[in-house]
């Protein structure tokens, strides 16, 4: 008997799926690990440095600040991955990194500000110093669970890996594909398993080895990669991969 198996499409790394994730603007909560809470605390501000360290912004008067004051904490850092489209069920990946959670000095929180203001500006920085903290989460494990499967990192792993190309450039051009070219988007759904093409079919994601849709059945969701024929680095190389997916020489206009 001959024994078969369906290949997967390429995809990013586990530790690149995460980086790219903690590069976008998602939202973000703690949970502390301690018996005494499993409340979310959801942060003024937050943001995950390229080592897998998390900086939060809390208001003094916050009683999680004050446990942090006199020991460090255990927490989890949930960050949500949204579709840039509105899409039924919007939640793309979470990622968990979980550690120990303490106060800054005021000259650590205010080099941690800056870098933070450098890499994207906040006004909610103003606040730091003037009725807010900032806090430093140093990680000891992250998880990443998406449509891929669930994966373990350590530190060492999220801190090497670089984001994707795309990372950037996905929120824009996939509402731009939603919203404007809906006939493109008809014209990849002939990649779509047969019996999934009566579901609304829209724009999930994309990354340098592809691209995403969601397929919304009245029941179900399904989620399908397009795999390009290498993996790509710039717009260009997609416009290309783009005309290819669809069939069709004129399509440059839409990248």
Known sequence: MTQTSTRRPPAPAPAE??????????????????????????PELHHVHASGSVSVLLRDEHPLLARAADAEVAVMFELADHAPVDLREPVRGLLWITGW???????AARARALAIAEARPDPRLLDLGHGASLLRLTPASLVLADAEGTHSLRPHMFSAATADPFATYETSWLRHLEHEHADVVAELARHVPEELRGGRIRPLGLDRFGLRLRVETETEDHDVRLAFSRPLSNTAELAGELRRLVGCPFLARYS
């Open 101 to 107: 959670l303490r106060p800054l000095g005021a000259a």
């Open 17 to 42: 799926r995460a980086k790219t994730i903690a590069t976008r603007d998602c939202p973000g909560s703690l949970v502390p690990t301690g018996p005494s809470s499993r409340e979310r605390v959801v």
